[in-house]
């Protein structure tokens, strides 16, 4: 164990324990084979229904007549407004955008108990009403502040005790993280991990599972939620020596399991030092413009949106709308409500390009400032768009790799599932996405914009704030499913 790893842990046992965890895919607790009969069970068990509506029908919700911007009448959750955004980039660097307005920042909180001697997650089986499929795999406790504050005047939140302030759980992971640049301005959330040795009484939309049963879930599409990959991407790698059966996983062939090994244990044998990739991040977000200015929403209509009485859309077709819904969740805090979202209007990709160098696994990523980004760039996949707003876009202008991405070989690809974006905001928003292997005739030369990490450094920035994207997260912990 490094220096860096017990800065970050305090304590070796810690690592150990997820380590240990990270090694088993099934538990008595809640068997794998029993699992999926669980999942589905809650999902009938309670009426869940999410239906479009006219902004007019948005019950507590209005347009502010001197801004036009759109908030809920408490002041509180989030407001749409409008968002005028000027960068250094060649191509499109000025742009008006509707954009999320939640200066709040929410919990996003696993509960972990040993069991024999196993640390075990509470999982949640939760409805947001933006998911593609209504019920997803979720956090022990996914809230936002308006919520576990009672704004709602609903129901209690479970389980938010252990995660509060005097809490007597032990913290094992907690760190403010940014959500998607995009959509949202400047928001964060507090993804924690915490221990508790005491009793905990079971609700039935809950279940324990080992972090090996969990990262084997995320092999399945639309399954475990965007919130609980972020949480979980804070959690360090834990990877097989056994090179047969990780390659089993990953549906393979090469020498992928142990570069990855050596990737995960340590700075040895990178490309670049951790302090050269700082400075690389640093450098870029120094001498890349962002200027980013909160305007009224009815001002973006000069850049191009239109509002209707069901959507906020572009003119072109493209990019996203804002709606509104109308819910109906029977295991939710309060049982019906309504509120607006974002809604994509295009399938989004999340690629990663992998390489072996010098037996090391290196992960190529970007730095990419988005239009709400706090600190300007962070640490993006190397791929990370919605390719339909390139079709006719002139070559020079199209986001470095995606071609490559897109044309990769099937014995290339190591990761390839579906997954949702936030639910509670997003109205099915989905990405593909992608882990690619490249060989060794891939350059190591690239733009400068892109740089080769392992996948301890990425790790290890976990640990603090506003270094790595949503996005980039989420894909993470997808990518320790096939290890």
């Known amino acids: 164990m490094t220096a860096q790893q017990q800065l970050i842990f305090q304590d070796s046992s810690v690592l150990q324990d997820f380590m240990l965890s990270a090694l088993l895919d099934d538990s008595p607790l809640t068997p794998t084979a029993d ?4 999942f589905a069970s809650r999902a009938e068990a309670h009426p869940f229904q999410v239906s479009r509506v006219p902004f007019a029908e ?26 005028d955004v000027r960068t250094d980039r060649t191509w499109i660097s000025h742009w008006r955008q509707p954009i999320i307005v939640q200066p709040e920042i929410g919990v996003l909180g696993i509960l972990a108990k040993k069991f ?13 009403p933006g998911n593609v499929n209504t019920v997803q795999l979720s956090p022990t406790v996914q809230a936002t502040r308006s919520n ?6 609903g129901a209690e939140i479970r389980y938010l005790e252990h995660f509060a302030p005097g809490r007597h759980s032990r913290v094992l992971v907690d760190a403010l993280q940014s959500e998607q640049g995009a959509w949202f301005l400047h928001k964060r959330n507090r993804n924690m991990v915490v221990e508790t040795d005491g ?13 090996g049963q969990i990262r084997g879930l995320l092999r399945i599409e639309h399954l475990v939620n965007m919130d ?11 990877v097989s020596t056994d090179s047969h059966s990780a390659r089993g996983k990953s549906g393979a062939s090469g020498e992928f399991p142990l570069s990855v090994l050596r990737s995960a244990q340590g700075e040895g044998g990178a490309r670049h030092s951790i302090s050269e990739v700082l400075s690389w991040l640093t450098e870029l977000r120094a001498r890349r413009e962002l200027i980013a200015e909160r305007i009224p929403l009815t001002e973006v209509r000069h850049g191009g949106w239109q509002r209707s009485e069901t959507a906020i859309s572009h003119e072109s077709g493209r990019y996203f709308e804002v709606v509104a819904v109308d819910v109906q969740a029977g295991s939710r805090e309060i049982a019906s ?6 809604a994509p209007r295009e399938t989004g990709l999340l690629a990663l390009i992998a390489r072996t160098v010098n037996g090391t696994l290196h992960i190529l990523v970007q730095a990419r400032a988005d239009a709400g980004s706090l600190n300007g760039a962070e640490i993006a996949p190397t791929v990370h768009c919605q390719p339909a707003n390139y079709r006719d876009v002139p070559p020079e202008h199209r986001p470095y790799f995606l071609d490559y991405v897109e044309a990769a070989e099937p014995h290339a690809i190591r990761y390839d599932v579906m997954q949702s974006e936030e639910g509670g905001r997003f109205l099915h928003a989905v990405n593909r996405y992608l882990v690619i292997e490249a060989g060794e005739d891939f350059p190591l030369d690239v733009p400068e914009e892109y740089c080769w990490v392992t996948v301890y450094q990425l790790t290890s920035l976990l640990a603090h704030s506003n270094y790595l994207n949503v996005e980039l997260r989420s894909l993470l912990a997808c990518t320790q499913s096939i290890w």
Not at 59 to 74: A, I, R, V
Not at 116 to 128: C, P, S, T, V, Y
Not at 337 to 342: E, I, K, S, Y
């Open 58 to 83: 948005l019950t507590g919700w209005s347009f502010d007549p001197t801004t036009g911007n759109l908030g809920h009448e408490s002041g509180r959750f989030f407001t749409i407004d409008g968002l």
């Open 337 to 342: 409500w309504r509120q607006p979202l974002v």
């Open 35 to 38: 699992f999926a009969a669980w």
């Open 228 to 238: 609980a990959r972020t949480v979980l991407s804070c959690i360090p790698v834990a």
């Open 116 to 128: 024999d001697g196993i640390l075990h997650f509470l999982m949640q089986a939760k409805m947001e």
């Open 148 to 153: 576990y504050m009672g704004v709602h005047k």
């Open 199 to 211: 009793d905990v009484m079971v609700d039935e939309d809950f279940c324990w599972l080992t972090l």
